[in-house]
Structure formats: structure tokens, C-alpha cells
């Protein structure tokens, strides 16, 4: 594969939103530490940048995010006392979060939006594609997205998105993309993207998934970039204008996922998410799943 520009190596993790959806649970933590079986979704999504060989993560936090950092420090009275007691599986759980390697962290002072807490990550970057992971969407480790999204960008030297097809009843709640096939490729073309369009306005059922792997153009654009829908940066809003440019580090392209994505950002979301993974689980899936057949509420 023709490569265009320097491999990715640098992953951009935004976590400085309210997390409105989820009060009053978010109310003095973070909802990317919301438990999903027994880690953090946080956990879940800085395993899959390190799987896809990103070996540096910056984190962006804010306000009320202090638990997100202690998560991934060491806890050396913790892991003494779990040694003390003999307890390796205990010790190996906590020095796993530790163990993923050295993250960095920027505060956005005010949630502005997606896209200027992508831009918080700007002088961390530097000139460099660079991989952006949203904390409540997780993407099972048995599926490939990011790193597809890695060798497109560098085939094609713009910025990348990952998609999935929802019901057209759905695409309100998403980023939508306007695209068209590319010839002889399995990755297509973004004409256009459109915030939370109403149903009659949608292009497409194709919506916007939190996976990124963007040229360090953006950071020019999102610059310029007005504050959109809701009043808030939008991230879709930079990508419209280089999907609309030309030249150097314009053009948008897009990866259709079709594997297994979960989204935590909201209650009922998140409770599919728990319960799925939870069933899966060794240790008590086939308990959970018998349980579940008796449950009648
Ligand atoms: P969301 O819109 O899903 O997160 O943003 P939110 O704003 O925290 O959630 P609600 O809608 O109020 O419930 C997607 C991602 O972008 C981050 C969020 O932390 C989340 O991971 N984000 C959003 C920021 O880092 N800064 C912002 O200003 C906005």
C-alpha cells in the first residue's frame, strides 16, 4: 500500500464532556468511568489504542476528572496490601490500567464542544495524522476498525471516519455523511457531513461512530471553526469544510463498520452494553443468561 504521510502513533482521547445524559450519575464523576462489567469504559477504549500500536495517548479531561487519571496511575498502598494477601489475580487487574503506558493529560477549561477539545490536543500532536477516540463508544476487541482507518489514511493522506448504517429513524441522534464509492476500494468518499440532521434532511443512514484518524489540518480549520449545533465547536463542522477543500490535508473518506460497537453515552445504550459483555463473561455468562430467561420484571 502507497503510503502518503508519517504513520499515526499519537491517539487523542476527548473526556472532558458533562455527561448530562447520564444525571445524576455524572454529577462528581466522570461518565467514562462509568463501570462496564468491572472496568471503566475509559479502560476499554485506551486498551484498544495501545492494541492498534498507538503508543502515545493524551487524555483530554476537565473539571470533576481527577478520578480518570488516579485510574490509570499506579496504587501502591492498594497494590502492598493486595500482595500482602497473596491475591496475583487482584494485583494483575490493578497493575493492568497502570501497566498501558504513559498518558498524557490536557484540561479543556470549559466544554466547548468535540471539536475544540480535539483542538486542546493541538500542541501535543504537533504536524502529524493522529487517531481521535471517543470514551463511550467501544469497539469489541475481536473487531478491526482503527487500524483500517490508520492504512487509509495513510493511502490517502486526508482524514478518515468510521460509519455504520442505522435505521433512517435513528440518524437524528448522529453525525451524517453524504458519501460515494470509490472504485476498486472498500473505503468510500465523503461529500459532506451534516450534525443531527432532522429525518427529511439525512443524506444517508450512514452515521458518525467515535473513531477518527485525522490530518493535522483540522487543527487549522477547527481554529476558524464557529460554534455550531447546540451552541458547541463541532467537530462534523471542521470535517464538512475539509471534505468541501482542496489541497494539502483536505479530504474526508470513511470506513464502514459493520462489526460490534457499543455505546455507553446513554442509560438504555449502556445497559445493552453492561449486559451483552457481562454475558460473554467466563466466569458468570451462563448464570447471567439463565437469570435473564427467568426475569420477567
Ligand atoms: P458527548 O456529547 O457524547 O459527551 O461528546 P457529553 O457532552 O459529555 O455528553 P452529554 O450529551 O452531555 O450526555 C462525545 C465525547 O466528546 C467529549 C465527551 O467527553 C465525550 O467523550 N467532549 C464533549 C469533550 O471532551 N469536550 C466537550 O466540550 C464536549
Redesign the pocket.
Known amino acids: 500500500m502507497k503510503t502518503l504521510g508519517k504513520s499515526v502513533r499519537k491517539a487523542v482521547?476527548?473526556?472532558?464532556?458533562?455527561?448530562?445524559?447520564?444525571?445524576p450519575a455524572?454529577k462528581a464523576m466522570?461518565?467514562?468511568m462509568l463501570p462496564v462489567v468491572d472496568a471503566p469504559a475509559i479502560q476499554y477504549v485506551v486498551e484498544e489504542a495501545v492494541s492498534a500500536g498507538l503508543t502515545d495517548v493524551l487524555m483530554?479531561?476537565?473539571r470533576n476528572k481527577r478520578a480518570l487519571e488516579d485510574h490509570f496511575d499506579r496504587a501502591p498502598a492498594l497494590e502492598r496490601t493486595l500482595e500482602l494477601k497473596g491475591d496475583q489475580v487482584r494485583l494483575d487487574a490493578v497493575q493492568h490500567a497502570s501497566g498501558l503506558g504513559p498518558i498524557h493529560y490536557v484540561r479543556?477549561g470549559?466544554?466547548?464542544?468535540?471539536g475544540?477539545?480535539v483542538l486542546c490536543g493541538r500542541q501535543h500532536v504537533g504536524d502529524e495524522p493522529f487517531a481521535v477516540l471517543?470514551?463511550?463508544d467501544l469497539i469489541d476487541e475481536r473487531d478491526e476498525l482503527l487500524t483500517t482507518m490508520m492504512d487509509v489514511q495513510a493511502k490517502t493522506g486526508g482524514s478518515v471516519i468510521a460509519l455504520i448504517e442505522v435505521e433512517p429513524s435513528q440518524i437524528s441522534a448522529y453525525g451524517c455523511a453524504d458519501i460515494s464509492a470509490i472504485e476498486g476500494e472498500d473505503y468510500v468518499r465523503v461529500n459532506s457531513l451534516v450534525e443531527k440532521p432532522s429525518v427529511d434532511e439525512a443524506p444517508s443512514n450512514l452515521a458518525v461512530i467515535?473513531r477518527y484518524v485525522l490530518h493535522p489540518a483540522v487543527f487549522d480549520v477547527l481554529e476558524e471553526t464557529e460554534p455550531g449545533r447546540g451552541g458547541?465547536?463541532q467537530l462534523t463542522d471542521a470535517l464538512q469544510t475539509l471534505a468541501a477543500g482542496e489541497g494539502e490535508g483536505s479530504g474526508v473518506y470513511g470506513v464502514v463498520f459493520r462489526g460490534r460497537r457499543y455505546d455507553t453515552?446513554?442509560k438504555l445504550s449502556y445497559l445493552k452494553a453492561v449486559i451483552t459483555l457481562a454475558s460473554e463473561r467466563a466466569e458468570f455468562g451462563e448464570d447471567l443468561k439463565t437469570w435473564m430467561k427467568t426475569f420477567s420484571g
Open positions: 482521547i476527548p473526556a472532558a464532556g458533562l455527561g448530562t445524559r447520564f444525571l455524572t466522570p461518565k467514562e483530554i479531561t476537565g479543556q470549559e466544554p466547548k464542544g468535540l475544540h477539545a471517543l470514551g463511550d467515535g458547541e465547536i453515552g446513554d
